[in-house]
Nanobody, 115 residues
Framework: QVHLVESGGGLVQPGGSLRLSCAVSGTSFSDSVMGWYRQAPGKERELVATITSGRSTNYADSVKGRFTIARDNAKKTVALQMNSLKPEDTAVYYC?????????WGKGTLVTVSS
C-alpha cells in the first residue's frame, strides 16, 4: 500500500515561512518525479513545484524565488520550503508521486497566510 503523508502546514503571517514535508512509503522513490500542488478555496488544483529523479526542478511563476523544493532519497521525503508567504498562498498543499504513468497523491496539508 502506497502512502504519501504531508506535514508542516499551519497558520503563518504574511512574510513568514513554512516548511512542508511529504513522506512516501510502500513504493520505490529515487526514480520518481515528486511534486507539490495546491488548491485554494473555489479554485482548481495547480502546480507549485516539481523535482525529478535527477533533481531538476520546475516552479510555478507565482512562487519562483520564494519556494524551494528538495528531495531526500534516503529518507523517501520531499520538502517544500516556503518563504515570503503571501495571503494568496493560502491553500491546501498536496504531495504527488509520479513514476511513468503511475500517480499517487497525499491527503493534503492546509497552509493559511493571514495576519
Amino acid at each position: 500500500q502506497v502512502h504519501l503523508v504531508e506535514s508542516g502546514g499551519g497558520l503563518v503571517q504574511p512574510g513568514g515561512s513554512l516548511r512542508l514535508s511529504c513522506a512516501v512509503s510502500g513504493t520505490s522513490f529515487s526514480d520518481s518525479v515528486m511534486g507539490w500542488y495546491r488548491q485554494a478555496p473555489g479554485k482548481e488544483r495547480e502546480l507549485v513545484a516539481t523535482i525529478t529523479s535527477g533533481r531538476s526542478t520546475n516552479y510555478a511563476d507565482s512562487v519562483k524565488g520564494r519556494f524551494t523544493i528538495a528531495r531526500d532519497n534516503a529518507k523517501k521525503t520531499v520538502a517544500l520550503q516556503m518563504n515570503s508567504l503571501k495571503p494568496e498562498d493560502t491553500a491546501v498543499y498536496y504531495c504527488k508521486y509520479t513514476y511513468y504513468t503511475v500517480n499517487y497523491w497525499g491527503k493534503g496539508t492546509l497552509v493559511t497566510v493571514s495576519s
